[in-house]
C-alpha cells in the first residue's frame, strides 16, 4: 500500500516510476485515477512535506501528472493547461498518442469556437513550457539557450514561420538544421511530438481539417472509408468487402419487386418480412465481425456505423 514511509526511498519512487509508465502506454484508465488520488491524500496528509523534502514532493506531483494524461478529458480547463505547461515532457518517451487524447477532450466540448479558444489556451501553455528536452543548448539567432520546450518551439518557428507547418518541412527541419543535427534519435522524437502537437493544435476544429470527430463515408468510387481530419482513411479489406457484400445484398433484396407483387398486400409482407430476416442475419454477422476488432480501430467504427444504419432502417 502505497504511504510516506513506503515511498521515502529511491527504489519505492523507482517502482512507482515504472508502474506509472505503464499505467500510461496501456491506458488504464482506473488504475491512473487511483493512483492518482492515493498519491493525493498522501500529500494531504503530510502537508510539511514542501518544506521538509521539497525533491520527494515534485516528484509525487510529477507522477500525479504523467497519470493525469491517460484521463486529460476529465480534467477541467485549469488542469489541462497546467499539465501541458510544466508536465508535457513526462510523456514524450512514452508509447503514449498525446494528439488522440487530446481529440478525445475537445468532443466533449459541443461549441466549435470553445474547442479552438482552448486550443490556444494550450499552445501558449506549450509555449511557456520551461523543461529540457534535449541534452545541449540550442542557438537561437547568435545567442546560446536551454534546450526547453519554450526554446526549441522559437527556434522552429523562426525559422519555418507561424503558419501551419506540413510534414515534410517538419522533418527536413529535423534531419538539417544546424540545431537538430546534433541530437540522438530519442531526442528527435521528443521534438517530433512536440512540433505535431503544436501543429494539431493550429488547426481549427470549425474547419473539416481541425475537426475531432471522424465519420464513415461512402467515397465517389463507392468505396466505404473513415474521414479523419479531412482525409479518408483505408480501412481493413476484409472489412471493406464485408460492408460491400451487406450493401449489394439488401440492396438487390429492395430491387426486381413487380407491380404483380406490389399490388398483392400478402406478397408485400412477405417479400417485407424476407428484407428484415436478411437485415437481422447480416447485423447477426457484423456483430461478430465487430467482436474482432478494437473499439478505437478504423474499422470497429465502419462497422458500427453500419449496424446503426441497419438498426434504423428495421426500426
Excluded: C
Excluded at 18 to 36: F, R
Amino acid at each position: 500500500m502505497l504511504n510516506m514511509q513506503t515511498l521515502d526511498n529511491k527504489e519505492a519512487q523507482d517502482q512507482l516510476s515504472v508502474t506509472t509508465d505503464t499505467i500510461v502506454e496501456q491506458n488504464l484508465i482506473p488504475e491512473a485515477k487511483e493512483i492518482a488520488n492515493l498519491i493525493n491524500n498522501i500529500l494531504q496528509k503530510n502537508v510539511a512535506l514542501k518544506q521538509d523534502n521539497i525533491d520527494i514532493y515534485n516528484k509525487l506531483n510529477s507522477y500525479i501528472a504523467k497519470v493525469q494524461f491517460v484521463f486529460i478529458h476529465d480534467l477541467n480547463e485549469g488542469d489541462l493547461i497546467e499539465l501541458f505547461e510544466k508536465y508535457l515532457h513526462l510523456v514524450l518517451d512514452l508509447e503514449y498518442d498525446l494528439i488522440s487524447k487530446i481529440k478525445h477532450r475537445f468532443v466533449i466540448i459541443n461549441d466549435l469556437q470553445a474547442r479552438d479558444e482552448l486550443k490556444s489556451k494550450l499552445r501558449e501553455a506549450i509555449l511557456k513550457n520551461k523543461a529540457k528536452v534535449t541534452k545541449n543548448k540550442i542557438k537561437i539567432g547568435s545567442i546560446d539557450h536551454d534546450p526547453t520546450i519554450s526554446n526549441w518551439l522559437k527556434d522552429y518557428y523562426s525559422k519555418l514561420g507561424v503558419e501551419q507547418i506540413n510534414a515534410l518541412a517538419l522533418n527536413q527541419y529535423l534531419v538539417n538544421d544546424e540545431n537538430t543535427k546534433k541530437l540522438n534519435e530519442a531526442e528527435k522524437n521528443r521534438l517530433k511530438k512536440i512540433f505535431n502537437l503544436f501543429e494539431h493544435l493550429k488547426s481549427s476544429s470549425t474547419e473539416l481539417k481541425g475537426l475531432e470527430e471522424n465519420f464513415v463515408a461512402i467515397l465517389p468510387d463507392g468505396r466505404i472509408s473513415i474521414i479523419d481530419g479531412g482525409v479518408p482513411l483505408k480501412i481493413d479489406a476484409n472489412v471493406e468487402q464485408l460492408l460491400d457484400d451487406v450493401k449489394n445484398h439488401l440492396d438487390q433484396s429492395n430491387i426486381g419487386i413487380n407491380d404483380d407483387v406490389l399490388n398483392s398486400q400478402i406478397m408485400q409482407d412477405s417479400q417485407d418480412d424476407k428484407i428484415i430476416e436478411e437485415k437481422n442475419a447480416h447485423l447477426k454477422n457484423l456483430s461478430e465481425a465487430l467482436s474482432n476488432y478494437s473499439p478505437t480501430s478504423l474499422e470497429y467504427k465502419a462497422i458500427k456505423e453500419e449496424i446503426n444504419r441497419l438498426r434504423k432502417q428495421s426500426s
